[in-house]
Nanobody
Framework: QVQLVESGGGLVQPGGSLRLSCAAS????????MDWYRQAPGKQRELVAA???????NYASSVKGRFTISRDNAKNTVYLQMNSLKLEDTAVYYC?????????WGKGTLVTVSS
């Protein structure tokens, strides 16, 4: 089992930047992959970015070139750097972890992009 705690959400202007953090209770080396999902009001939860223990990354087409997922193994933390934010990026962002054949979720952090 793994517990995940997101932080860093808030209000940001269009074109601005924000960095989300996800602290894991387990060593990242014990987690096959970590990811970020988001869910906007009235929409389905969607994958934003993912990173494996080996360092491979994957991004949704809507955020490629703007978002970057990274990790700090020493801190057991995964980050999502969000640049050039758009109104449509507004959503609750959830950290996820794939481990032992299961996927775990954090409680989420709200990101609001508004002028």
């Amino acid at each position: 089992q793994v517990q995940l705690v997101e932080s860093g959400g808030g209000l940001v202007q269009p074109g601005g930047s924000l960095r989300l953090s996800c602290a894991a209770s387990e060593s990242i080396f014990s987690i096959y992959a970590m990811d970020w999902y988001r869910q906007a009001p009235g929409k389905q939860r969607e994958l934003v970015a993912a990173i494996t223990s080996g360092g491979s990354t994957n991004y949704a087409s809507s955020v490629k070139g703007r978002f970057t997922i990274s990790r700090d193994n020493a801190k057991n933390t995964v980050y999502l750097q969000m640049n050039s934010l758009k109104l449509e990026d507004t959503a609750v962002y959830y950290c996820g972890a794939a481990m032992n054949g299961m996927h775990y979720w954090g409680k989420g952090t709200l990101v609001t992009v508004s002028s």
